[in-house]
């Protein structure tokens, strides 16, 4: 060895060495430094300490204030104990942190309520404050708050009113009080006791009137609350409409914005409104003029006469305003059709997009507008054609006179407008089935999304489109994932016709990708054109993985495997010992589709409806495979057992967050674990699959075998 890689090995060695040391001294030193922070943090906040900060408060406040705050609830006995130090500033800024705390410092309130009473205008002013950052917990402050409303001092009063507002309706006692507080000679007290007795909502209804008299206040913030209070109330302040139509001519752009705000939370109650209204679609303000649509909507065909100035608002230079007054004209239904139709022809680019959009939002109730939507498939503006194709989609089998015209859209030079075309002929089903012929060329259109919105259209229209099976067989071939799984649901959905794409339908189970969707998608339609279905139930079983509230391809696998009825039961009843529990749910509910046909999986679903460890909802779900199979097996195994069937049954009535299928929100899909055990079923069968004799005798428990592999040989 030469002396130099001599040296280089010897460098390594050291270094080898010293690796661990210097790790254990790095761990040492990382946790003495959490040791000595948390040792450090107690002494900070220690009695002494603590005694020391409050000390500090009147003369340097900022850090002995900053430092109480942080040691939390270890600091509130101390800080009760300053509110009676004879310092002022000392009393101020410990009622001043202990308000930073929160409500959980409650054990603080008596003392709090006390300062209340404090000779000093800023302990007061301080107190009253921190009772109101706790809110409803200082509810016992009430009493001493509401006397608080007539301290002489202004920021004392003001924040006493504050303070009860943040409480809400617990405070309902100090509604008189509050109303009386709406006279007071400062501004801040006017605006935070109008603010409060909006906070309290309908339980301070007998504001109203003082309420009314407040939208005449000199200060615009103290309108502004009071328009804002009334809304709160809701009908319960109807009796302000005529006040807060007033106010929407008020000079400041809040109290208008706030005025139209509370006329919309009274609904059809402010129906005498509309006009104000109507005339506040044109205010200066964009707020404004959006609250003002808003409001118009709300109140639906109550307010049809406010269509011409809904429709003028389409041209609003705010894209939200717009966007507000074309859903507002949408909600209308057939009242605003005739006004939209006009509106397509409107010159500006805006009305004539968002009259389009309002009518796709009325659907079939717009039919009458399809000629007018028909003309303007040629208007000069891509994103208006776009959105005319969409609504007639919308409109569906009522816009059938539109399918020549949407045939020859296929053609338009803009992708967005050809995939719309698509789309809507889709929607119109078998009503579009003279389309076939421009859809099965529309397969080969350079754009991925229009060639995906041909095949689905395609398959919409159904057994009508079997002259598409060709070009759809083909499709199966095309560069994208989505296109191929397109093309495969239509297939499935033309049913038997399509026998020809067995053959391309079993080869693209081996898809290279191994895209979820697309495997899916193949399986259900090999079922559906009349393939041989045990090609498929390895799939289907595999998409059972997801979530059964949220997932539709768990749905489809479901109820794809109840159609194939008894030939999937040998699969299904392995199934029910699957580790993954929503394989075992899919599983009993594929063999309660079947019924009857699934006598032979009695056996084992009873072992699940037995099984005490086993989720009850599966076990809920294999009572009613039972039920539904009714063989005498079945019925007697359920007559042996129907104490602990109803006991199952009842807790499935009782346990509504566990047994509801209504869920507001779903996780994200596991599409890689889906995808994993989807490739595994066809790429990597059973072992037993393997060996050629097996596998014709169990054919229903492999997948057909990819023709470049060497299994079986």
């Not at 307010?303 to 966007?323: F, G, M, T, W, Y």
């Not at 409109?395 to 809507?424: C, F, M, Y």
């Not at 070009?471 to 095309?478: E, K, M, P, R, V």
Request: proline share 5%.
């Amino acid at each position: 060895m030469s002396k130099s890689r001599k040296s280089k090995a010897a460098i390594l060695m050291v270094l080898g060495m010293l690796l661990p040391i210097t790790l254990l001294v790095l761990g040492s030193r990382k946790k003495l430094a959490q040791t000595l922070s948390v040792k450090l943090a107690t002494f900070q906040c220690s009695q002494v300490r603590l005694q020391q900060y409050i000390q500090q408060l009147d003369e340097a406040r900022s850090a002995a204030f900053e430092a109480l705050v942080k040691c939390n609830s270890q600091a509130v006995p101390a800080l009760i104990s300053a509110l009676d130090d004879p310092n002022i500033g000392v009393r101020s800024n410990a009622a001043d942190a202990l308000g930073r705390m929160g409500a959980k410092v409650k054990e603080a309130i008596p003392a709090l309520i006390s300062a209340l009473d404090d000779p000093n205008d800023m302990v007061r002013y301080r107190a009253a404050s921190a009772l109101g950052r706790m809110g409803a917990e200082a509810k016992e402050a009430i009493p001493a708050l509401i006397s608080a409303l007539d301290d002489p001092n202004i920021g004392v009063r003001s924040n006493a009113a504050s303070a009860l507002g943040r409480m809400g309706a617990e405070a309902k006692e100090a509604i008189p009080a509050l109303i009386s507080a709406l006279d007071d000679p400062d501004i801040d007290v006017r605006s935070n006791a109008a603010d409060a007795l909006g906070r309290m909502g309908a339980e301070a209804k007998e504001a109203v009137a003082a309420l009314i008299s407040t939208l005449n206040d000199p200060d615009i913030g103290v309108r502004s609350n009071a328009a804002d209070a009334l809304g709160r109330m809701g009908a319960e302040a109807k009796e302000a409409i005529p006040a807060l139509i007033s106010a929407l001519d008020d000079p400041n752009i809040g109290v208008r914005f706030n005025a139209a705000s509370a006329l919309g939370k009274m609904g059809a109650e402010a129906k005498e409104a509309i006009p104000a209204l109507i005339n506040a679609l044109d205010d200066p303000d964009i707020g404004v003029r959006f609250n003002a649509a808003d409001v118009l909507g709300r109140m639906g065909a109550e307010a049809k006469e406010a269509i011409p100035a809904l429709i003028s608002a389409l041209d609003d230079p705010n894209i939200h305003v717009r966007s507000k007054a074309a859903d507002v004209l949408g909600q209308m239904g057939t009242e605003a059709v005739p006004a939209l139709i006009s509106a397509l022809n409107d010159p500006n680019i805006h009305v004539r997009y968002k009259a389009a959009d309002a009518l796709r939002q009325m659907g079939t109730e717009a039919k009458e507008a399809v000629p007018a939507l028909i003309s303007i498939l040629n208007d000069p503006n891509i994103h208006v054609r776009s959105k005319a194709a969409d609504a007639l989609g919308q409109i569906g089998t009522e816009a059938k006179e539109a399918v020549p015209a949407l045939i020859s859209t296929l053609n338009d030079p803009d992708i967005g407008v050809r995939s719309k075309a698509a789309d809507a002929l889709g929607k119109m089903g078998t009503e579009a089935k003279e389309a076939v012929p421009a859809l099965i060329s529309t397969l080969n259109d350079p754009d991925i999304g229009v060639r995906y919105k041909a095949a689905d259209a395609l398959g919409q229209i159904g057994t009508e489109a079997k002259e598409a099976v060709p070009a759809l067989i083909s499709t199966l071939n095309d560069p994208n994932i989505g296109v191929r799984s397109s093309a495969a649901s239509a297939l499935g959905k033309i049913g038997t016709e399509a026998k020809a794409a067995i053959p391309a339908l079993t080869a693209a189970l081996q898809d290279e990708d191994g895209n979820t969707t697309l495997t899916l998608n193949v399986a259900v339609a090999l079922v559906k054109v009349g393939g041989d279905p045990q090609d498929a139930i390895p799939v289907l079983i595999a998409n059972l993985q997801g979530n059964p509230d949220c997932d539709w391809y768990v749905e489809l696998a479901t109820q794809t495997l109840g159609e194939i009825g008894g030939k999937a039961v040998p699969a299904l009843t392995i199934a029910l010992k699957d580790t993954n529990e929503n394989v075992r749910f899919g599983a009993t509910r594929a063999l309660s589709e079947i019924g009857a046909d699934a006598k032979d999986s009695v056996p084992e679903l009873t072992e699940v409806f037995l099984d005490s460890d086993e989720n009850r909802r599966v076990r809920y779900q294999a009572i009613q495979a039972l039920e539904n199979i009714a063989s005498d097996e079945a019925i007697s195994v359920l007559d042996k057992y129907r104490e602990t069937a109803n006991a199952i049954s009842q807790k499935k009535n009782l346990d509504g967050v566990l047994w509801s299928r209504l869920v507001t929100s779903c996780p994200a899909a596991n599409t890689s674990a889906l995808k994993l055990a989807t490739t595994n079923h066809v790429k990597r069968p059973p072992v037993m699959c393997r060996i050629r004799v097996i596998r014709s005798v169990l054919r229903w428990k492999c997948p057909p075998i990819p023709q470049n592999s060497t299994h079986g040989k």
